[in-house]
């Protein structure tokens, strides 16, 4: 079992549509976890931070299952530049590093 | 505020030629410093991080290593490179144990 793992996608969906990403993560004592939005042939951005108690961005929502392990992104009314790879990324064991998923590819279509 | 600087942007070599990619940060002190490598279509692999000027952790075993010869410049190098070492090389750095910041990445193909 991957130590991060996300669905790798492609979610094709229509503009205006709400989408959701889930990811897995494979340590129970995480502590930290992030969404990154990475657009082709560039380097990797901060979306959002991910609280226990959940937090919301504008359009986007994410929240963390400590019981099950996943952390969720919810996008609302999905733009054209929503386009992107989204990474889930979780500090696994406390120490100086991320974990990074895969990645999943989401197209938003006109 | 911080920020990152990597160069080359892109890069082409030839198989069997050495290596340096080097990354700076500004705006911030004593920050933890990473190199990751992106395979096309792939994940982020790490590939070494420093907690401090001269301490270096490798997560891989491979043909390159990595120096940080001041606190904010941290350098990737190899002596011989191979085909396989093509990709995206990013360069991050952390203050804590939270999210990491990336610089703009090198693009390198090895030919």
């Known amino acids: 079992r991957k130590e991060v793992e996300q669905d790798p996608g492609p979610f094709n969906v229509p503009e205006g549509a709400t989408v959701a990403f889930n990811c897995t993560y494979s340590n129970s004592a995480s502590q930290s976890f992030f969404w990154y939005r990475q657009d082709c042939r560039k380097e990797p951005k901060l979306l959002m931070s991910?609280?226990?108690s959940g937090n919301e961005d504008g359009r986007f929502t994410a929240q963390l299952n400590r019981a099950s392990q996943y952390i969720s992104l919810l996008i609302r009314d999905s733009k054209l530049s929503d386009s992107a790879t989204y990474l889930c990324v979780v500090n696994l064991n406390a120490g100086n590093m991320l974990t990074f998923g895969g990645g999943t590819r989401l197209m938003v279509k006109p | 505020s911080q920020t990152i600087h990597q160069w080359p942007a892109t890069l082409v070599q030839p198989v069997g030629s050495p290596l340096s990619l080097e990354c700076t940060v500004e705006?911030?002190?004593?920050?933890?410093l990473y190199w990751y490598r992106q395979a096309a279509g792939r994940g982020l692999q790490l590939l070494f991080y420093s907690i401090g000027i001269d301490q270096i952790s490798s997560e891989v075993p491979q043909n390159l290593s990595a120096s940080r010869p001041q606190d904010r410049q941290f350098i990737l190098s190899s002596k011989k490179l191979l085909l396989s070492d093509s990709g995206f090389y990013l360069c991050a750095w952390t203050l804590d144990k939270h999210e990491q910041f990336f610089g703009p990445g090198t693009r390198l193909t090895v030919l």
């Open positions: 991910v609280y226990s």
């Open positions: 705006g911030t002190s004593n920050p933890n």
